[in-house]
């Protein structure tokens, strides 16, 4: 009798299920496969050159992607993001300037924790005071912006010829630049033991449902802190690549991050109502928001137009994402409501 | 413990939210050992004192005393850890991660789960599987398990039942009383009475906010638990089961068919006809997923069938969409108030809602119409709207109260009840068994599912049983006992007339 109101058929076991789960992301990936292919196509001698050039272009998007990842996942939102990568990006370009690299790198670990503790100052703010954090971050953002042109007023600074190696320097072959190493170390060494362990169930779990997770017993509050920390620290990270991609600091340039990295998450398959994704699609994503422009000005179209082009394409692909969860909500029944019959 | 045996104390709690009191004095006292019931009408703070006793909010005042000594509980967490565990009344898995994951959140490991997943019969349930692909009785069962791997000294079960099926709900009745026999408290919330003067011992009735009494259920019955539930001023209104109906205005059945559903196929409905009469109360009457949600989906336009049709006054009907039928007459009373109504908003706007569509003035909404009908809506079914700027803020009762005022005033043919009174008090109940026999006696047609069997003598005129998807029996309401429509629920018979042959 009780049979079909408890046991659920199993239609997607194993393998299926985990196709489903992670379609989002290997969607991502075939996106990336695609533009490449385009993108040699039209430059058919693309070497090592063009790889260290999209590298090091994507990476200050890419960790800024995983820095807002961070955030809303735990169910929230950093707009002051692009804002903390300007300071970073200035601080370390203003005192690495004439210094060797031992000093280089003592300095990015205090820009780290630097950028670590401003994450956390925001989910602090958010959480003690109730404040939303749309609110919160967004006045952050002046402040942050407002710091970054305090500290350098314009373009200038610099950084040893070693430390701009991290991201365009090559340890084996010109076709793998450091940067992509870089990259998968840091996000390796950081996020990986963050997603396996407890703290990282807790951050899903927060995002997901933020009373249903308060009543299995997470520490909702510091739950929160902790995703603006981190994404704290992956922007102080993106502050230090942008260095290392443009040799110079500059108080304004990092701003459009905090927007181009919402587009990348979003792309990437995060859920802005938190919860749902990882960092892997939004990593792809910045790769493929990096090329998408270089291949419009290699087709010879213009740059203003290409904006449009950019615009458009992530919302068909959001669009295209969202038909398949779409389509599967509209048969959730409303008359059963909390039933199952 | 103390001398008397007293595992569980408080004394005053109370909790207000800005203006608004849900709780001036909560007092229980629960001895090991009991299934002690926690009754009140919507609204009276049983929620709240449960959220309390948990840790799941702070009180503003009183005492919670644990074997005498005082507790206090920052977090559901800390509650559970000092022995008081509760199954909620909504669902708190956390729905994007798997059950796997939700069971590492509380640190429940899976030897200590296993024992209580065959205990409640989960043995099949698949703990890789997202929470929110589970149905929600499935939910209930699982949140149960767990609290009850973290084997609290006071299990509360918060309105556990009100969404589960009469099956599962004995497999939580069962564990009640292993819980009782190791000498151990449940606190048991239900608006079934039958249900608690079956399965507690004692019971501590709140009102207003306020333990107006404690009942001992061996030696009284449910007259001194309703008649302290609704209170002195409301004593005269107490009514012996069937009262209603004989109350209700004489009504004439109108024989013009307002919906003729003829061998309708969809999901788990199978060629399903019978028709519905102007001026009747017609009651559905089945187990969990037998096809009667299938079949309230069709009718009120949010699927469309596989197969069969649908006339309404005799003229074949398609919906496409909740429009077209909310067009034809057919409206929806969904069981889950949330999915009907607008909960940020107020009680105004969510009755004004469907009329938006009737009361324009060159694009603009006419307000002072609007007002008038919203108004007559709500002194119709006394709607308490002094928390009415947000409908969130309403009681459950009220809620649903809400959702059946928005039709009056907009108009209809036919009202699609779907387990309107689940988790409601009695005394809304039975304000909304009046309001559904007046609308047949003044010409509307009405068609309710319910799962509490007795409401059928109370509503309806008449009851067609569903069983795996078909209408396997027929009664008229003065035959529906329970003990009839329950076997006839089971398959266990055929009874009456067999709407197929009528139909044909």
Known sequence: MSAPAVARPRVAPGLARLLRRNAWTLGTYALFVAVMIFTISIHPDYGPYEVRSLVVGAMPLAFAAVAQTCVVLGGGIDLSIGAMMAVANVVAARYMQNHDFTTAILLSVAVLAGGTLAGALNGVIAVRTKVPDIVVTLAMSFVWGGVALLILAKPGGGAPDAFLALAGGNLFTPWVPNGILLLIAVVAVVWVPIRLGRLGLALYAVGSDRTAAFRRGVKVGPTRVFAYAVGGFFAACGGLALLMSTGIGSPLAGTIYTLSGISAIVLGGVSLAGGRGGVMGPIIAAFVLTMVPADLILTGTDPNLGQVIQGTLIVLVVMAGGLAPLLRSRRRAIVRGASSG | ?504
């Open chain 2, 1 to 504: 413990m103390t001398e008397d045996g007293i595992l569980l104390e408080t004394r005053g709690i109370s909790k207000n939210y800005g203006a608004v009191v849900a709780l001036r004095s909560g007092d229980i006292r629960v001895r090991a050992g009991e299934i002690h019931a926690l009754m009140g009408a919507n609204g009276a703070g049983k929620s709240t004192l449960v959220k309390v006793l948990t840790g799941d909010i702070a009180p503003n005042a009183g005492v919670i005393l644990l074997d005498g000594r005082e507790a206090r509980f920052a977090s559901p967490a800390s509650a559970r850890r000092a022995g008081l565990a509760s199954v909620y009344q909504d669902v708190s898995l956390v729905p994007l991660l798997t059950i796997a994951q939700n069971l590492r959140l509380t640190g429940t490991t899976m030897a200590a789960i296993r024992p209580w997943l065959q205990e409640l019969e989960l043995e099949d349930v698949d703990l890789s599987e997202y929470a929110r692909d589970l149905p929600t009785p499935t939910l209930h069962l699982l949140d149960l398990a767990q609290t009850l791997a973290s084997l609290p000294r006071v299990l509360i079960l918060d309105e556990v039942t009100a969404t589960l099926p009469a099956d599962l709900s004995e497999r939580v009745f069962r564990v009640a009383r292993r819980w009782r026999a190791e000498g151990r408290s449940v606190v048991l919330i239900s608006h079934r009475m039958t249900e608690v003067k079956a399965l507690c011992d004692r019971a501590t009735v709140l009102r207003d906010g306020t333990t107006v009494g404690v009942v001992d259920l061996a030696s009284s019955g449910q007259e001194e638990i309703v008649s302290l539930m609704l209170g002195p001023a409301a004593a005269s209104v107490v009514v012996s089961e069937g009262a209603v109906a004989d109350s209700a205005p004489a009504r004439k059945v109108d024989p013009s068919p307002a919906v003729e559903v003829r061998e309708l196929r969809s999901g788990l409905l199978q060629d399903v006809s019978f028709t519905l009469r102007r001026g009747e109360v017609l009651g559905i009457v089945a187990l969990e997923a037998q096809g009667q949600a299938d079949l309230f989906e069709c009718l009120s336009g949010n699927r469309r069938p596989d197969a069969g049709e649908i006339l309404v006054q005799g003229k074949p009907r398609r919906f496409r969409h909740p429009h077209d039928a909310i067009g034809a007459g057919l409206v929806l009373v969904p069981a889950d108030r949330a999915l009907a109504l607008l909960r940020q908003r107020s009680v105004l706007e969510n009755i004004a809602l469907p009329m938006v569509n009737q009361l324009r003035r060159w694009g603009l909404i006419n307000t002072r119409a609007e007002g008038r009908r919203v108004r007559t809506a709500i002194a119709r079914l006394e709607i308490d709207t002094r928390a009415g700027s947000r409908v969130m803020r309403l009681s459950g009762g009220n809620q649903q109260k809400v959702t059946i005022a928005r039709w009056l005033a907009t108009g209809f043919l036919t009202l699609l009840c779907f387990d309107p009174t689940r988790g409601i008090d009695i005394r809304t109940k039975e304000q909304i068994y009046r309001v559904l026999r007046e609308l047949a006696a003044s010409g509307s047609a009405v068609l309710l599912f319910t799962s509490e069997m007795p409401e059928i003598q109370l509503a309806c005129d008449r009851a067609l049983v569903m069983f795996g998807g078909r209408v396997v029996a027929e009664f008229p309401a003065h035959d529906a006992t329970e003990a009839v429509l329950l076997r006839a629920a089971h398959g266990l018979e055929r009874g009456g007339a067999g709407p197929a042959e009528a139909a044909s």
